[in-house]
């Protein structure tokens, strides 16, 4: 089979796709995502070739029977493929790379185990996408990497799962659906869970302490890229307290501390400098709740942040997930039930200039709100996330920037129709109200 999207210029690959650390707890869930999706209507006629990957035959097999038998395909162990592999090894790695066209990343926290994988694929290539939501990663890899890969033609595109899609894709959203020009967006997210609770994987509590600790290093980063600043057009966004009340969606609110706000201003970056659009200004925040809400977060934030500064407090956080997070996160992972009973919604407001209205001259005039809603954040909406784009770059090569490259999914995508399929798949982009026509 051809190689597609990215090292065409090699020899046939059997394989389309390769999950690297299928037997996670992400990546079990990503496999039977694209198990599914492989077995619909997409693929039909002509099948997706794809692959596991990890350190462990066993185990990989063993999540490729779950997978088989939660979706009844009993095929599937037999069809798909087996890569023994290890992030610690640059000659398996190498070896997983020359047998498939892209690359699904589930191996993290990325800061750790992400440079080889992304290096492997640069020098082998294969393309890559991940699901990282630590900026200091993401950033590093577009400073290191992003000529090699435009070298080879392979792209390199980032938080392709909860973190960053929803914000990143919800903003092109937005602008798309206004009629005129967007100048800027605020976006709050809101986690629901239902009444057997919610909780998160440790994989994601070990991310947030790395990066907290680590925050001068990524500040060091991009004083070494060395970015002019976007323009500003139309009225400057003011930025808000770190804690605060919002008219808009009636809670308190706080920034959003993931990879959101980072990754949509790289986005906007591309799109003005590559393609002369108008860029967007951009705020995260997240919902915090009442008055009660807030009182347990400000305990539970200042006890994080002491013990995260000092190199014996983050050993006894990582050892100990539960205590620390007070249940939110665990070694355990959520259940199946409460990953049935969560969900999240991102509501975005967005302000800008009618048509033939100058964002030169005057204040904004219009004003657009839209919303993303999706089922549980980590481990349905990430593993749809990952493999709706997985699929839009294999079927629309076409429609991705011209050059390879390391990009964020706004920027890879800008031109193809991963919302549309997103909205196929249960992550659904959605305009609440806009200026009439």
């Not at 395909?73 to 890569?83: A, H, T, Y």
């Not at 915090?288 to 983050?314: C, D, E, N, P, T």
């Not at 657009?368 to 349905?380: E, F, K, L, R, S």
């Amino acid at each position: 089979m051809a190689t597609l999207g990215g090292g065409s210029d090699g020899p046939c690959r059997p394989y389309q796709v390769t999950v690297l650390g299928a037997s996670g707890f992400t990546g079990q869930f990503v496999v039977e995502e694209l198990a599914r999706v492989a077995s619909g209507d997409e693929f039909r006629g002509s099948s997706l070739q794809w692959a596991v990957a990890g350190r462990n035959r066993q185990r990989l097999e063993s999540v490729l029977q779950r997978a088989a038998d939660n979706l009844g395909q009993p095929k599937l162990v037999s069809d798909v493929g087996v890569i023994i592999c290890d992030v610690g090894d640059p000659a398996s790695l190498a070896e997983m790379c020359k047998q498939t066209s892209l690359v699904l990343d589930c191996v993290g926290p990325y800061r750790f185990f992400g440079e080889p994988v992304v290096k492997a694929c640069v020098e082998n290539g294969a393309s890559f996408i991940d699901i990282s939501g630590e900026p200091q990663f993401l950033e590093g890899m577009q400073f290191k990497y992003d000529n090699q890969a435009a070298d080879k033609g392979v792209y390199i595109i980032g938080s392709s799962g909860f973190d960053s899609i929803p914000a990143d894709l919800g903003v092109l959203f937005t602008r798309d659906s206004l009629k005129g020009t967007l100048t800027a967006v605020e976006s709050f997210v809101k986690f629901k869970s239902g009444p057997e609770g919610s909780c998160v994987h440790d994989g994601t509590w070990q991310s947030a302490i790395h990066g907290f600790s680590d925050q001068g290093n990524l500040r060091k980063l991009r004083k070494q890229v060395g970015y002019k600043p976007l323009p500003v057009v139309g009225a400057k966004l003011k930025r808000r307290g770190a804690l605060f009340y919002s008219n808009e969606i009636k809670q308190y609110s706080i920034p959003f501390l993931g990879s959101d706000a980072s990754v949509v201003k790289r986005t906007q970056r591309y799109l003005h400098d590559s393609l002369q659009e108008t860029p967007v200004q951009y705020s995260a925040y997240f919902a915090v709740g009442g008055l009660f809400s807030v009182i347990q977060l400000m305990f539970a934030g200042l006890f994080f942040m002491l013990f995260a500064k000092f190199s014996f407090g983050r050993q006894l956080m990582i050892k100990y997930p539960a205590f620390f997070s007070f249940g939110l996160f665990t070694k355990e992972g959520p259940t199946q039930k409460q990953m049935e009973g969560s969900s999240f919604e991102m509501t975005f407001f967005g302000e800008g200039y009618s048509e033939g209205q100058s964002p030169e001259q005057g204040k904004p005039n219009v004003k657009i709100c839209t919303q993303v809603t999706g089922p549980d954040a980590g481990y349905v909406t990430t593993p749809i996330a990952m493999v709706q784009a997985a699929v839009t770059f294999l079927k629309e090569t076409s429609c991705l920037p011209n050059r390879g490259g390391v990009y964020t999914p706004g920027a890879a995508f800008s031109k193809t129709t991963l919302i549309e399929r997103l909205n196929k798949n249960g992550i659904h982009f959605t305009v609440i109200s806009k200026p009439e026509a």
